[in-house]
């Protein structure tokens, strides 16, 4: 199937590829990928495997349309990934021995936290944190901090 000038391909062929293509897919790989992968691994010319992909394409146009965003996330987690190894190697430079604040979002710093006893003492803790105090029920009318709104 790989050799020689004119390519006669069968339809066994055919549904070979495709479903060599289709194990790709679940790998999130470019049609590139899929198309070198296929040429080193089964020895498939990759203008028989485009020709294929294209079919495949041609009749799953919303499937591919999705595909391409989904390839499109995942090259920008893996620039995110990349950027965040960097940023981890930096940090060390920075911080030899240990990072000395949580840098956040919004340029402020969170401090070290330091443990004192005084935080805990019971003269800080006003009315509102005595449980005879806490009769309030959270209703299901309230907004869930943890819906994000949604």
């Known amino acids: 199937m790989s050799s020689g000038e004119d390519i006669k391909v069968s339809c066994q062929d055919i549904q070979l590829v495709q479903n060599l293509i289709e194990r790709c897919l679940q790998y999130y790989m470019s049609q590139k990928e899929v198309e070198t992968t296929l040429l080193v691994k089964e020895k498939i010319e990759p203008s028989v495997t485009e ?80 449980p005879e105090n806490m009769h309030q029920a959270v209703g299901t009318s309230s907004p869930n901090a943890f819906t994000n709104g949604g």
């Open 51 to 130: 020709l294929v992909w294209q079919k495949l394409e041609e009749e799953n146009q919303e499937f591919f349309k999705a595909y391409s965003l989904r390839l499109l996330l995942k090259e920008q987690i893996i620039n995110f990934n990349r950027l965040l190894g960097r940023q981890v190697e930096l940090m060390h430079q920075i911080y030899p021995t240990g990072v000395a604040s949580i840098p956040m979002s919004n340029g402020s710093h969170i401090p070290p936290m330091h443990q004192n006893s005084a935080c805990y003492a019971p003269e800080y803790t006003g009315p509102f944190l005595r």
